[in-house]
């Protein structure tokens, strides 16, 4: 467990947007670790639920997350018992399943990839989370070699994955974390993104229209700058900002800040349509082919934005 210190910005060397996102952001690293404690000196699955649904409204979503690494943590570390995910995931986990992955990401980073096997993944669809917060991680420790450095990936993913899109899901969690990486500064954000490679911003915008809309705090007039500045993925980050839209819906979490954020990175939108897009995009979605059924959702929801923004035109 990483200790609460390293959520904090000075430590970490990140970039500071104002003294009110830092520790709001702040804030958001030690609920991940709260939810992670919880979990594991819990003795049953209701004992966590009881646990976790302490943790303050609005970062709950993060607790849970914590919690997702825990389990996973559980289940790699003791293969005779290895249940703790699913039982989660359809327990108290469920209306968080978004977060639940991303938190089994977060285990992958700290564990032997031998391990990883051992992990029962609650979804096949939402796996490829599991690798965003994997990317989450990886910047967020090492920042120097993700970030400044920008060291593609070359990551297998731990399931069927033949076109390699592995690389794909870990861009979209170093997106998500340079939103905290670069403090919530729009403009420190836009010109890092712009350092990567052209065939990985659209990944990294998405990640960033995530992080922009769950994790709350950032004026509409910054968020429009945000969206300015993401020129040509301005689709990839309505994507992600819808796919935050369906994870505090779902989850019961919606704040004032989603409602905000979502309306002005999806044109429009109010919380509940935008999730309706993720709902209506996953209609008769094929099977994993050349490309995962994942990545076909998210092309699904980025085109029908994108063509709401046009239609308004």
Known sequence: MPDYSQTKFEVRGFKVRSTHAQARLEHTGAQFLTGYEHAIISGSVAEMEQRLETVEYQYRGFAYEGAGMAVAVADAMTPWNRYKVRAFAEGPGEPHIYMVHVGIGWAMARLPSVLWKKIILPDPLLQWLALDGYGFHEAYFKTERYVENREPFTLKAPWDDPNNYAPHGIDQGIGRALWFIRGAHVEHVAETITAFDPGRRGDLWAGIGLAATYAGGTPAEELEQLKALAGPHQGDLAQGSAFAA????????????????????????????????????????????????????????????????????
Do not use: M
Not at 299 to 311: G, Q, S
């Open 246 to 313: 369906k994870a505090r819906l779902r989850a019961g979490l919606v704040i004032p800040h989603t409602g905000s954020a979502v309306g002005v990175l999806c044109n429009g939108r109010t919380v509940e349509q935008a999730a309706a897009v993720t709902d209506d995009a996953l209609v008769d979605l094929p099977p994993d082919g050349e490309l995962p059924a994942f990545e076909i959702w998210r092309r699904r929801i980025r085109a029908a934005l994108v063509d709401e923004k046009r239609n308004a035109a």
